[in-house]
């Protein structure tokens, strides 16, 4: 049983934008993760339902936003400002860690994963 499950993928022309949800509760930290072919996976962007408090990574800065909706059952990665460079899979992972030392963007803190959804953008 996969304990996450993402939605929202798929294809998009640059400058354009999309929304990815992930199926979550439970936990303590919530976060967005994307692989692009050939490279390690990144932290993209992270949430703390109970505080809110969020964490970015420079490159989706100002682009992305990361929120819970009011059960914090789901969490939602709204993506505005498109660019090809953002292409790539796109995974939600999940902490219940009672406290957290450092980046919250760090994959290791992570022990729940979801399966991924793909998310390609064209110039």
């Known amino acids: 049983q996969v304990p996450l499950v993402e939605s929202g993928g798929g294809s998009v022309q640059a400058g354009g934008s999309l929304r990815l949800s992930c199926a979550a509760s439970?936990?303590?930290?919530i976060g967005w993760f994307r692989q692009a072919p050939g490279k390690a996976r990144e932290g993209i962007a992270t949430?703390?339902?109970?505080?809110?408090?969020?964490e970015y990574a420079a490159s989706v800065r100002g682009r992305f936003t990361i929120s819970h909706a009011n059960a914090r059952t789901t969490v939602y990665l709204q993506m505005n400002m498109l660019k090809p460079e953002d292409t790539g899979m796109y995974y939600c992972?999940?902490?219940?860690?009672?406290?957290?030392?450092?980046?919250?963007?760090?994959?290791?803190?992570?022990?729940?994963w979801g399966r991924g959804t793909q998310v390609t953008v064209s110039s």
């Open positions: 949430i703390v339902p109970s505080s809110g408090r969020t």
């Open positions: 439970g936990y303590t930290m």
């Open positions: 992972a999940a902490s219940r860690a009672p406290r957290f030392i450092g980046s919250l963007l760090n994959t290791d803190l992570y022990n729940f």
